[in-house]
């Protein structure tokens, strides 16, 4: 549009040069016909732009990660005039890309006729975006001039962690009539335990509005924990990552694996405990899942956590709910690396002598080393924990054994 401009500038510049140096009606006639022509230009583009109509499919609020996404833009010319061109600009998210880009679909709108696009967004990495049509942008015959229609996005997609098929991992100390048993006594979930600072991915319901008012700042109502939940799932959230965007790539996989055994646990009737060790408090937190709605506020609390890796010990996580251990039916330990203090703390703990034991270690690295390889084989044989490695590429369940 800029040489456009710049030529149609020149020509004008010309023609009024002539007409203060030659003495001729003709010059002034053609000054005053190329003024006009890019009044009429300009006219006709601002009908043209009132006679355009911009329709938006609206996109989902949370979409899981690696999911195909798509969202429609339709546009209706209704004017007698064809439109040409109209420059659609969208923000997607392309394969392996954590930030959205900006996109320019270049297209042609025939008089009174109608044109629908269909742009794909593929969401890799957990997180908020903002993704969606941006502006439309349409230009007069003669390319001088531009009208936009901007849109603000009120709505980003969160991208969550998707599940794995690990559905098949079942607890031999489970049967039929605990499966179809009601979820057991004692949930106390609306009981008062104390006031902290609000953090991003708590509920709205728990705000405390009116000391929120009177302190100027978010104030949320800890409810007390339920301890009589069914399973315990410990989240690693520990390690030392060169970048905040690969300490979520690494936390990703363990994420997935812990809402598909939540969500299993829940299918059967039953609640669980997560733990986590929370690198903004640098405590370990817990939230009870009792039912689907308080799964789904996990997963998008988990869409913000963690901002960064916890520096302390794994072990630390399960030291301080060693006592929690022994009550609950089903113990699942879901960490991206193993080491030797972890193997030595599940020893310590007696887990590899109960059946419903669950150690499931994300690594496509598993058998690299010896060391963490021999100590597989042994978990593997010579215990009753069950020990279910998922490839962090693929997300795919791993070993027969487990699969039985």
């Keep these: 549009m800029r040489e456009f401009r710049f030529f149609y500038g020149i020509l004008l510049t010309i023609l009024a040069v002539m007409c203060f140096f030659y003495q001729s ?73 954590r930030d959205p880009e900006s996109k320019v679909i270049v297209l042609n709108l025939p008089p009174m ?29 003669l390319k001088l001039y531009s009208l936009k229609k901007k849109w603000r996005h009120d709505r980003f997609p969160v991208s969550c962690p998707r599940e794995i098929p690990i559905n098949r991992l079942r607890d031999d100390n489970e049967d039929e009539t605990e499966n179809s048993a009601a979820k057991p006594d004692g949930f106390n979930r609306n009981t008062f335990s104390h006031l902290r600072e609000y953090r991003d991915g708590d509920t709205l319901r728990h705000i405390h509005w009116k000391l929120s008012a009177r302190l100027d700042d978010l104030i949320v109502k800890q409810m007390e924990q339920n301890y009589n939940n069914s399973a315990l799932v410990f989240c690693d959230f520990t390690g030392t990552y060169p970048s905040a965007e690969a300490a979520l790539s ?8 812990a809402l598909a055994i939540i969500r299993r646990i829940l299918l059967g009737g039953n609640s669980a405990l997560f733990m986590w060790q929370d690198a903004r408090t640098e405590l370990c937190e817990k939230k009870e899942i009792a039912d689907s709605e308080s799964c789904a506020e996990l997963a998008r609390s988990l869409t913000l956590l963690p901002h960064e890796p916890f520096e302390g010990s ?32 599940i020893r310590s703990l007696g887990l590899t002598l109960k059946n419903n034991t669950v150690l499931a270690v994300i690594t496509p690295q598993i058998g690299t080393s010896p060391e963490n390889g021999d100590l597989i084989e042994y978990l593997e044989s010579n215990t009753k924990i069950k020990v279910c490695r998922v490839d962090n590429d693929d997300i795919t369940v791993l070993g027969e054994r487990i699969r039985s």
């Excluded at 005053?32 to 732009?49: E, K, N, P, R």
């Excluded at 999911?67 to 394969?95: M, Q, W």
């Excluded at 690494?250 to 694996?257: F, G, L, Q």
């Design 314 to 345: 794994f072990v630390g996580l399960i030291d301080e709910y060693e006592d929690e251990v022994w009550r609950e039916r089903a113990v699942y330990i879901i960490t991206d690396r193993l080491t030797d203090e972890l193997i030595e703390k």
């Design 250 to 257: 690494a936390s990703d996989p363990c994420i997935e694996a």
């Design 25 to 97: 009606r003709l010059m002034p006639v053609l000054l005053a016909t190329m003024g006009f022509v890019c009044l009429m230009s300009f006219l006709l583009s601002l009908i043209s732009f009132m006679n355009v109509t911009v329709q938006t499919e609206e996109i989902p609020r949370a979409v899981w990660r690696k999911d195909e996404v798509f969202f429609s833009v339709h546009i209706r010319n209704g004017f007698l005039l064809p439109l040409t061109p109209v420059r659609v600009y969208v923000k997607v998210c392309a394969k392996d890309k």
């Design 113 to 141: 006729k109608s044109v629908t696009l269909k742009i794909s967004n593929v969401m890799s990495f957990r997180g908020e975006y903002k993704i969606g049509l941006e502006k439309v942008e349409i230009f007069d015959v």
